[in-house]
């Protein structure tokens, strides 16, 4: 922020509380956005639902049974946004005026209901949800609530139906009561195409033969969730299947992924394992399916007992190889303790469903991979949040006064969310966190909760006073920023925190516990225990005769803060010999100028790609390192064998050869094979161009930037047709990569040449720019349409191309 020369300094104890003069007072009240209030309870939801593709309709008739949750009622409020309402009446009361304004359905009642009363209504209605978005800071096309993909069949995706109902948008295909806090149970009954697959939450109990080319699905669920959990997909879809504990696992790919669609949704049994044992509290869903399905408008969508995967979670066993799906499988499956079975009670407490699934994540990874790749997920995580206060600020994460409800999903909710409760397990400990847990879920099962419920529990549980803690962490801003300096003497040895964070992005002072260790000379070390309470804090703790080689403020690196420590340069090198904490060790590789053949061997053996990478560029003029070959044909990361092959390039040529050799020959790893093929075309660049052509790699998706990268170094203009024929999919891909590369390749051919070929060029960026529906894909078309133009003398293009300079300069006057 920008500060004032009119400042106040007032001094108390031991902090300092500077404040900018306030010369006026607004006396407007803060933005709060409650929890819904609750009128009615509903209890059921039972849908009939059929597919009108030609007009992108969903039409149906909802039967809902409510009942009045406290006080009398004489109206009820149903939420049904861009329908149209055919008729509504009930069987068991007397319905005396029915209004509907677009987003709402306003029921008069004949006479007044009271607590225990049910309520039967029967809606029938068609769901528009290709519709105008209702208004709002932040509407978008991902508010439809339920999207047909290539409902023609005349494109290159599979004809597909898919909803996601988060935050509020489930009342776009049915109606019902679409608030976080508001669940029931349901029967669903979908009538598709007999050749189509579907999935919704719950069992399926029955699939009926129409005898007309349809056939009807009734799912069953009858375990109560939030009505934004509620699902449906329809598609052609390849199902795999197994159990776990009696409970179906299923897998829904794309039928192309048939042979790796385990693989795709991976240790998903063992996931299920983990995570029951680890919060004491079983699975407590009737099945578990995993559906991938194209132009996801999220990253996955955690709809109970039926998650909803983007389609970039498709990959065949070599790209599993590179980069698994374990992270968001984990995040997705730990939603149905942490939203699915208890849920936020509004938006504002968010992150009690998405801090919980992001801790998931490392939760996982520490159990399947070991701690350092836990630990460096957790880095990157902080790095996320960091990179998002830089350009949106900061807000609590218990945040009322957001402007639209979309903007809770954040790197709050999710990043700092999960880094909180790694803090609190941190100072619990891990028996008190994790009994917690277990009482958390017990007590708030199939409920929706706010944060101060969490607190209780643990409060109760400990005797602890924690309201200090979600104080600063859930209801403050922002999180500290250290300056720390270290030093000793015979008698003691010293620690100078301080909090240089600035207000009002950050609270001026946050309480953090604290537990220095100091290594001595003699191999040993101590944990002491200390409070950093005020903006600049001193601690000592005496050495009792022993000599200090080290000290470390945070030796576990539990904090969510930006540290800076003052340390001499070759403390760094100590940090390497005595640490075993990723972060420690990343911040000395980071900053020491080289390290010795045992540093380096130390590293190696933590398996971890990233510190292993940053010791061999740490190596310096250090040979003859027997195990680098070794490490790479035992290390499953491809990013380590990528790191020991620059290694071999400059100290071992010939190995180096021998490898990048058989790589071309072998499958496996794309990373491993996009390297050899770059290496290989510095060596030889003709027999590459045949390696590609005879295997075919042209057709293997993941290697196309690759391929595209050596055609475009090529300047062979023969390459041209293979950018053309794959440039559709690049643009609606935002694949500038790609794109780039056609461009640079088209640099280096004659006017003439070119000039044969921009017809058909131009044609498909006339057809995506005219075509496409997303504002991220015309941006690009407009970009490359402009580029692509300037490649040809204005002259030429004008004489041949008339009427496509015309078409390229009315799209660029827009």
Known sequence: MALDDDWETKWLDTLVVSAPRVDSFSYSRPVYNPSAERRVDLL?????????????????????????????????????????IKNVQSPNIEISNVFYDSSMLFLALQDTLYKGDTIQLEIDYVANPNAPVLPGPNASEADKGLFFIDPDGVSSQPTQIWTQGETENNSRWFPTIDKPNENTTQDIYITVADSLQTLSNGRLLSSTNNNDGTRTDHWSQLIPHAVYLSMIAVGDFYVSRETWNNID????????????????????????????????????????????????????????????????VQKDKWELLDANND???????????????????????????????????????????????????????????????????????????????????????????GMVLHMLRYYLGDTAFFEGIKNYLSQHEFQSVEIHDLRLIYEDLTGLDLNWFFDQWYFGHGHPSLYIDYSFDKDSCYIVVEQTQLPPESEPVFILPLRPRVYYTDSTFVDFDCVIDSRKKQVSFPNHGKTPSLILADPDSYLMASINESRPAEDWNVVINLSENYQHLYNALSFSDSISRKQFEKVLAFNN?????????????????????????????????????????????????????????????????????????????????????????????????????????????????????????????????????????????????????????????????????????????????????????????????EDRLSYIQAVLAK
């Open 327 to 417: 992270k968001i499988v984990a995040h997705e499956l730990v939603h149905h303790w942490f939203g699915n079975l208890v849920t936020c009670e509004s938006w504002a407490n968010l992150t009690l469903n998405e801090g919980f699934a992001n801790y998931g994540e490392y939760l996982w990874l520490n159990h399947k991979y070991g701690l350092f790749d836990a630990d460096e997920h957790r880095k990157d995580e902080f790095a996320s949040y960091l990179y998002s206060t830089q350009f949106f600020g900061t807000h609590p994460l218990i945040h009322f006064s957001y402007e639209d409800k979309e903007d809770m999903f954040d790197a709050h909710s999710y990043n700092k969310g």
């Open 249 to 312: 696992l299923h897998y829904y790919v794309d039928l192309e992924y048939e042979e790796s669609a385990k693989e795709i949704f991976a240790h998903t049994p063992e996931m299920l394992d983990y995570f029951s044992n680890l919060f004491d509290y079983e699975y407590p869903w009737d099945k578990y399916a995993q559906i991938a399905v194209h132009d996801f408008v999220a990253g996955a969508m955690e709809n109970t007992g039926a998650v909803i995967f983007g389609d970039f």
């Open 609 to 801: 790609a990233t510190l292993t990478t940053k010791a061999f560029e740490k190596l310096g003029q250090l040979r003859n390192l027997d195990n680098v070959t070794t490490l790479f044909h035992s290390t499953y990361s491809s990013d380590v064998k990528v790191a020991c092959l620059a290694y071999l390039k400059t100290h071992e040529p010939q190995t180096h050869k021998e490898i990048v050799q058989s790589l071309l020959l072998n499958e496996g790893s794309y990373r491993l094979l996009s390297y050899a093929l770059y290496e290989s075309y510095d060596l030889d660049s003709a027999a590459t161009l045949d390696i590609i052509e005879t295997q075919q790699l042209e057709k293997v998706y993941p290697l196309i930037n690759t391929i595209a990268g050596l055609y475009s170094y090529s300047g062979l203009e023969k390459y041209n047709s293979f950018f053309i024929s794959l440039v559709d999919n690049a643009i609606q891909e935002k694949n500038y990569a790609f794109i780039d590369q056609h461009i640079q390749l088209l640099r280096k051919s004659d006017s003439k040449y070119l000039l044969a070929s921009l017809n058909e060029y131009f044609a498909v960026f006339e057809k995506a720019y005219s075509e496409h529906a997303k504002t991220a894909s015309k941006n690009v078309c407009l970009v490359l349409l402009k580029d692509i133009a300037e490649l040809v003398p204005y002259d030429e293009l004008l004489r041949q191309n």
């Open 44 to 84: 059921h939801t039972e849908l009939h639902l059929s597919i009108d593709w030609e007009n992108r309709q969903l039409p149906g008739k909802a039967i809902i049974e409510l009942t009045p949750y406290y006080y009398p009622i004489n109206t009820l409020e149903i939420d049904a946004k861009k329908m149209d």
